[in-house]
């Protein structure tokens, strides 16, 4: 008796079904995109502290190639050491 009703009564009548299938995408789309931004936040604090990593391997590619001497690194280092 309610399996008739289910099948061959009003809800499966034309729209029944997309509503259905609308509201799970956009269940499955709001929890991706909450993972995304999750993980994505996160990796923006670690790019945030890697900024003066990687100036600090710029500064010592420039002292490896000769670009500048040691007291010029020197000078920069503690530059660097005071910005963060």
């Given at each position: 008796?309610?399996?008739n009703q289910m099948?061959?009564?009003?809800w499966m009548?034309?729209?029944?079904?997309?509503p259905?299938?609308?509201?799970?995408?956009?269940?499955?789309?709001?929890f991706?995109?909450?993972?995304k931004?999750?993980?994505?936040s996160?990796s923006?604090?670690?790019?945030?502290n890697?900024d003066?990593?990687n100036?600090?391997?710029?500064?010592?590619?420039?002292?490896?190639?000769?670009?500048?001497?040691?007291?010029e690194?020197?000078?920069l280092?503690?530059k660097?050491r005071?910005?963060?």
């Open positions: 008796m309610w399996h099948w061959d009564g009003h009548m034309g729209w029944g079904f997309f259905m299938l609308i509201f799970w995408g956009l269940m499955l789309f709001l991706f995109y909450i993972i931004t999750v993980f994505r996160g923006r604090s670690l790019d945030n890697s003066g990593d100036s600090l391997s710029i500064l010592k590619e420039r002292l490896a190639r000769g670009e500048i001497d040691e007291a690194f020197n000078t280092y503690e660097l005071h910005v963060d």
